[in-house]
């Protein structure tokens, strides 16, 4: 909820089962302001009414067509508009997730750019059984699927997620908190005065806390088998304010010890696949304290040799840009006829076809459907030194 990601991507079937994708460009606008204050004050354990739940969901579909005209009028013209949404309420019980709720009425993004807008993209998967999260492994089971293996694509946003490429099917899970619970405490020990620790400044400052560590490590979840996923429904201010009641910490101290929290989870999930590289991207990549947190928990741990920690950029795609392009491919994949889960990654029954589409100005014509699934994806940038190994 701190911001809306935009990205605008050229995508292409290329023949031999794969496909292309050429980044056009990706920003980011804020929310405006109460919204945000809206939409986080309605994150449980908060009780939602209809009428504030419809003005959400209006308020942010506004916001997502004011962000929509913004992308075209940045990078250029486009033909079709995929919306992730906004995700208010993940239901997971008993490990199995029962629905899921995304905010962001795509009515006003196709009534403000007159184009077909597909949106909903995790509810279909989640009927047929899936977790509906985190669809970042059909974009990273594509892309990673020629490197040598395994390798593991660490996204982190408020919520980190890995998908592992290159055991006998791909593999990916919410392995939890990225910056949810970071940007919680910079919240609470600014006074509300920021959102979020730029840079890792704040932690910087501090020295882990072992025994709240600890205390935070024994959430069951870090313990359940995947496919998984959670949310800001779990790991939220809530949460915090229950886990430091009893404990005496100044903010820098708070900070470096979630920060020490995010990067024990991702590496611990990370160790037990054994990779050769972590490919990383998310908001959580512009951390330095956290990145170099991340990166000597990779070093050694349960596997013999150190595991290389790389940014996406680095294999020609955008970190800060994922998300955005992950949602392009998902909505591509959909127009095309084709599945935008993988199985594997998210716990479905199989693969299924993803999303509700709203037509835009003109009468709604589909291509005719892809006749065999994508198996690769190729990133068209220059070589790399990563690409060229």
């Known amino acids: 909820m701190d911001g809306i990601d935009i990205a605008v991507a050229e995508l292409s079937a290329t023949g031999g089962r794969a496909a292309e994708l050429r980044p056009c460009g990706s920003t980011e606008v804020a929310y405006p302001a109460e919204l945000r204050r809206r939409l986080l004050a309605a994150l449980p354990p908060a009780q939602l009414d209809a009428r504030e739940f419809c003005v959400l969901d209006t308020e942010v579909g506004r916001a997502f067509a004011d962000a929509a005209r913004h992308g075209i009028a940045e990078f250029g013209d486009v033909d079709l508009i995929a919306s992730l949404g906004q995700t208010l309420y993940h239901w997971v019980e008993d490990g199995r997730a029962r629905g899921t709720t995304q905010l962001g009425q795509p009515a006003w993004i196709a009534e403000a750019t ?10 279909r998967d989640v009927a047929a059984g899936g977790q509906g999260a985190p669809l970042a492994g059909v974009l990273d089971a594509l892309w990673l699927a020629d490197r040598p293996g395994p390798s593991i ?20 899970y919410d392995t939890g908190p990225g910056n949810a619970l970071l940007d919680a405490a910079a919240t609470r020990v600014t006074g509300g005065a920021t959102a979020s620790d730029v840079g890792g400044l704040i932690a910087a400052d501090g020295r882990v806390h072992r025994e709240l560590l600890a205390r935070l490590l024994a959430d069951d979840y870090y313990r359940a088998a995947p496919p998984k996923s959670t949310g800001k429904e779990h790991f939220n201010a809530d949460y915090l304010a229950s886990a430091v009641r009893d404990v005496d910490i100044g903010g820098p101290d708070l900070l470096a010890t979630l920060t020490e929290l995010t990067a024990a989870t991702i590496a611990d999930a990370c160790h037990r696949h054994g990779p050769r590289q972590v490919i990383a991207s998310g908001g959580g990549v512009h951390n330095p304290t956290l990145m170099a947190a991340l990166r000597e928990r990779l070093r050694g741990g349960r596997t013999a040799t150190d595991v290389e920690l790389h940014v996406s950029d680095d294999l020609g795609l955008p970190a800060a840009g994922k998300e955005g392009y992950l949602t392009a491919l ?37 291509p005719e459907p892809a ?13 790399t030194p990563l690409e060229a190994e």
């Open 114 to 123: 007159g184009l077909p807008v597909i949106a909903d993209l995790r509810a």
């Open 153 to 172: 694509a660490l996204n982190i946003g408020g919520i980190a997620n890995i998908t592992v490429v290159g055991g006998p099917e791909p593999l990916a």
């Open 330 to 366: 998902l909505g591509w994949l959909t127009w095309n006829g084709l599945p935008g889960n993988v199985p594997g990654t998210t716990g479905a029954d199989g693969p299924r076809l993803l999303g509700a589409i709203t037509p835009g100005t003109r009468p709604l014509r589909l």
């Open 371 to 383: 006749s065999e699934p994508v198996h690769r994806l190729r990133i068209t940038h220059p070589t």
